[in-house]
């Protein structure tokens, strides 16, 4: 577990580092178009680029590439040079190739995404995912050059390139709050505010993929155009992208089902006369805060362990991948247990402090708040089942992990299409985040039990289980600590930005230090580990 500590480590303080700077980026744009019409509009134009490239090769890069350049570095006579080089060359021009098509059929991609968007609303959404496409061809070579440094342990840029993307359109967020007279009224907008907002968009990807290339040529990748398909060991790769492009699809048919039924959300309200209802952008902006601990702790661990569990089954070693990703799971959990039951107690503190300004006002931040409380049930199933993945992807199986994805799109599209015909339009997106904790609790079950056949020798079910009772233990007197905290402000200086700090700090700040203290008496090792990890930082 030491070796992953370390890693994970150095990855997770540029994951904070970016994801911090996300919150900024984030609140900023809330602040400067809201969360209404006009946030609905761009938060659609700007999750086109991820569906497209997530579903035309995104998916293949996450899952097949970094196991296929390990094996080529191992069997290879040049170490693989040449196979990278021929993948970033391909990647990229077909990417690009995507992003022309994309910007040409954009009003169809709007069209299959959104409904019941106001003409103004759906004109605007067009016009900004015209601006926001060309990314997708900046995607590819970002993602290749991290694949590439991952085989080689080096997993720093990778985690802080993303700051400077999030710099850029917090620059660009500022500049339309002092620029444009619009704010978030979405009929005031003009043709240069649109263009400022999608420019800028892209232009933060285009300075992570440079920051990307310049840390691969530092480890002595030299990029040099090749097209030799028949070395890309494109058949290979097909054959397992084949059912990693079903993944994708099952999840991206997931998603469009949320994005229509979001704004379908608000159009639902607008007819019953109900006024303003949480929509896509509330859940998106919930979803990206649910991601922070997932993101700072799990993504660390998965990205430090695939290349290793790939390297233990080349060797024919699945007890090692059995001893990984035990590991693994049990240092995820030991901070996404805690943040899990904070995120249910102090959602609507941490939304009302971050987006409770500008053009959103309070109670839509409330909103924002209550799908945030909602999806911190999901933040353990979820990374797990993330985790799980990770261990067929080791063994080049991407078959499994689409079967496992269509179970979880039929619980998730059944219960988000039954609580959208049920439930007030106010409530409908906290049910569709329900619906996402359904789907994620549910696949990982399926998951561990398909990856323990696999591996023949279990995943060390009893002591993961027997780790997470005490890690909960220890989590839930930090729980009720916040909650005392947010009752004890609530009823003396209400809800408002100020007093959600004050929230914040009284019961998340107090709830984590008392995990600690607990958890560290308890002897959980997993902390006791990150603790001398910190310790040892901090001592030097």
């Known amino acids: 577990m030491s070796r992953v500590l370390r890693a994970s480590a150095i990855m997770a303080a540029g994951t904070m580092v970016s994801r911090l700077t996300g919150f900024a980026r984030t609140a900023v744009l809330a602040s400067a178009i809201g969360v209404a019409?006009?946030?609905?509009?761009?938060?659609?134009?700007?999750?086109?680029?991820?569906?497209?490239?997530?579903?035309?090769?995104?998916?293949?890069?996450s899952s097949v590439i970094v196991p296929m350049i390990v094996k080529a570095q191992k069997h290879?006579?040049?170490?693989?040079?040449?196979?990278?080089?021929?993948?970033?060359?391909?990647?990229?021009?077909?990417?690009?190739?995507?992003?022309?098509?994309?910007?040409?059929?954009?009003?169809?991609?709007v069209s299959l995404l959104t409904t019941d968007l106001p003409p103004r609303g759906y004109d605007v959404a067009v016009t900004l995912a015209r601006y926001i496409l060309p990314q997708i061809a900046f995607f590819g070579i970002g993602a290749i050059a991290g694949a590439i440094l991952n085989t080689r342990d080096r997993f720093a840029a990778p985690m802080w390139a993303p700051v400077l993307n999030n710099v850029v359109v917090i620059v660009v967020a500022v500049l339309y709050l002092f620029a444009s007279d619009a704010g978030g009224d979405i009929d005031a907008v003009t043709s240069g505010d649109l263009a400022l907002l999608g420019i800028g968009t892209t232009a933060g990807i285009v300075v992570q993929s440079i920051v990307l290339i310049i840390a691969v040529h530092r480890v002595g990748f030299r990029f040099v155009p090749r097209l030799g398909l028949r070395q890309a060991r494109l058949g290979e790769m097909g054959r397992a992208g084949v059912w990693t492009l079903a993944f994708v699809l099952i999840?991206?048919?997931?998603?469009?089902?949320?994005?229509?039924?979001?704004?379908?959300?608000?159009?639902?309200?607008?007819?019953?006369?109900?006024?303003?209802?949480?929509?896509?952008?509330?859940?998106?902006?919930?979803?990206q805060l649910f991601q922070l601990p997932y993101g700072i702790i799990a993504v660390s661990v998965i990205t430090a362990m695939l290349p290793r569990m790939s390297r233990h089954v080349h060797d024919g070693r699945p007890e090692a991948v059995a001893e990984e990703f035990a590991s693994g799971v049990r240092l995820v959990s030991s901070v996404i247990v805690p943040a899990g039951l904070l995120l249910m107690v102090l959602g609507p503190a941490v939304t009302v402090l971050i987006f409770g300004h500008g053009s959103t006002s309070v109670p839509q931040a409330i909103d924002i708040g209550n799908v945030l409380q909602v999806f911190g049930l999901a933040l353990v199933p979820f990374s797990v089942y993330q985790l799980l993945l990770r261990v067929f992807y080791a063994f080049g199986d991407t078959r499994t992990p689409a079967l496992i994805a269509l179970g979880n799109l039929a619980v998730s599209a059944t219960v988000s299409f039954v609580l959208y015909l049920t439930l007030p339009p106010d409530l409908i997106v906290m049910g569709l985040a329900l619906a996402f904790t359904a789907a994620y609790g549910c696949g990982a079950v399926a998951a561990w039990i398909l990856a323990a056949r696999k591996l023949g020798t279990g995943l060390g079910g009893r002591a993961v289980g027997t780790a997470l009772a005490r890690m909960y233990v220890a989590a839930v007197p930090a729980a009720a600590v916040a909650l005392a905290a947010l009752w004890?402000?609530?009823?003396?200086?209400?809800i408002s930005p100020l007093s959600s700090a004050v929230m914040l700090v009284a019961g998340g700040a107090a709830g984590g230090l008392l995990y600690l203290l607990i958890s560290h008496r308890m002897r959980i090792a997993e902390i006791s580990s990150i603790i001398g990890l910190v310790a040892g930082r901090v001592g030097r």
């Open 37 to 61: 019409t006009l946030g609905n509009a761009y938060n659609v134009a700007y999750t086109i680029p991820f569906i497209l490239f997530d579903l035309l090769i995104g998916g293949v890069l």
């Open 76 to 109: 290879d006579a040049d170490g693989g040079r040449a196979y990278e080089q021929r993948l970033m060359t391909i990647a990229t021009l077909v990417l690009l190739a995507i992003a022309i098509v994309g910007v040409l059929c954009a009003p169809l991609l």
């Open 251 to 287: 999840n991206q048919v997931s998603f469009v089902i949320i994005t229509n039924l979001a704004t379908g959300a608000v159009g639902k309200a607008a007819a019953q006369g109900a006024g303003d209802v949480a929509g896509i952008a509330s859940y998106s902006y919930a979803f």
């Open 488 to 494: 004890v402000t609530t009823e003396l200086a209400g």
